[in-house]
């Protein structure tokens, strides 16, 4: 109402008509509706945590990186954690394995600003992430786990944008807690975040399903001992050499012509190749063009050849001859 009053004020100074009036009116109603939309946003994003008595986050990265392996992260929590050191001895010399492990929940604000910072300290591109979340955090309903999923997903999208991605079941416990973990409310949450992954074309690391045939694998109330963590370790390690290969294969399926085009970017000189009547052209100056062309076969059928028409190199894919 102030605003109102406002503008009933001035209009003893101001005509109706006049375009100052007209620029304060949008003023004032722009404030008066910024300050009353301004706190329920604010309630939105800054949600208070719901801490555990305990809170942690656990950080590994390998000692030594090879620069010429891909990248790999686990995130997850304490179960992640014990099955870390498998996935690392089975993906030796394959890939750097590290690791994003925390107690904070799905719903806890915090946990997408946790991705961000870890990302930005490791400063990484990594191409598969493991990921699971849904063993702590018991004082967050299901409700709040599923409205929160979606920003836990984009939290990890935004960390590893060129990732495959890989979700991990939350594992069930040998006895109930109140008000969690209970097998019932492990379930619930996994049924929850399945209805995301799945839509989102996500394949599933199924580690609940996994450890309800070795019951008699646990450490505690919640954990597996070595044995047990070695078995879940294996799992995960054969889930990401499997989308290692499912990565290479999309890869052989990228039709010849586009094969060619990557062969051109990979030797500097796609700002002046083009495609024309299904063959990669450019001009002859390019010196490296030639023996990019000769050099890089694309299948065991068939070849790519340069030839020279007038001042270009014309890339041509075509059948290998038969030795």
């Not at 416990?173 to 996500?202: E, L, Y």
């Not at 505690?220 to 001992?225: G, P, T």
């Not at 299948?299 to 007038?310: N, P």
């Amino acid at each position: 109402m102030r605003g109102w009053r406002q503008l009933v004020e001035v209009r003893e100074v101001w005509p109706m008509n006049s375009r100052l009036y007209k620029i304060f009116t949008c003023i004032v109603l722009t404030l008066s509706l910024l300050g009353t939309s301004v706190p329920a946003r604010t309630y939105a994003q800054d949600r208070a945590s719901r801490p555990e008595e305990i809170e942690w986050t656990w950080e590994v990265r390998p000692a030594h990186v090879d620069s010429k392996l891909p990248n790999v992260l686990l995130v997850g929590d304490s179960i992640t954690r014990n099955y870390y050191p498998e996935v690392q001895r089975q993906l030796n010399q394959v890939a750097n394995v590290y690791l994003m492990a925390t107690s904070a929940s799905v719903g806890d604000p915090r946990l997408p600003h946790q991705l961000a910072e870890f990302s930005a300290a490791e400063s990484v591109s990594f191409k598969v992430v493991h990921f699971n979340n849904g063993m702590h955090g018991w004082n967050y309903s299901e409700v709040d786990y599923r409205a929160a999923f979606p920003s836990f997903l984009a939290a990890l999208h935004a960390m590893a944008p060129g990732a495959s991605f890989i979700w991990a079941t939350t594992t069930p416990v040998k006895v109930d807690a109140v008000p969690g973990p209970t097998n019932a409310r492990v379930d619930a949450r996994n049924r929850v975040a399945q209805t995301f992954v799945k839509n989102a074309g996500i394949p599933i690391d199924d580690q609940h399903e996994l450890m309800t045939h070795h019951s008699d694998q646990y450490e505690d109330k919640v954990h597996f001992n070595t044995e047990g963590a070695v078995i879940q370790g294996q799992q995960a390690a054969q889930c990401i050499r499997s989308s290692f290969a499912s990565n290479s294969s999309r890869l052989s399926a990228i039709s010849e012509q586009t094969v060619v085009t990557r062969l051109f970017t990979h030797h500097s000189v796609r700002r002046t190749a083009n495609i024309l009547n299904g063959a990669l052209v450019a001009p002859s100056r390019s010196a490296s063009t030639q023996n990019a062309c000769i050099q890089m076969p694309y299948k065991r059928r068939s070849a790519v050849t340069a030839q020279q028409r007038g001042n270009r190199w014309v890339c041509k894919i075509g059948k290998k001859k038969q030795s």
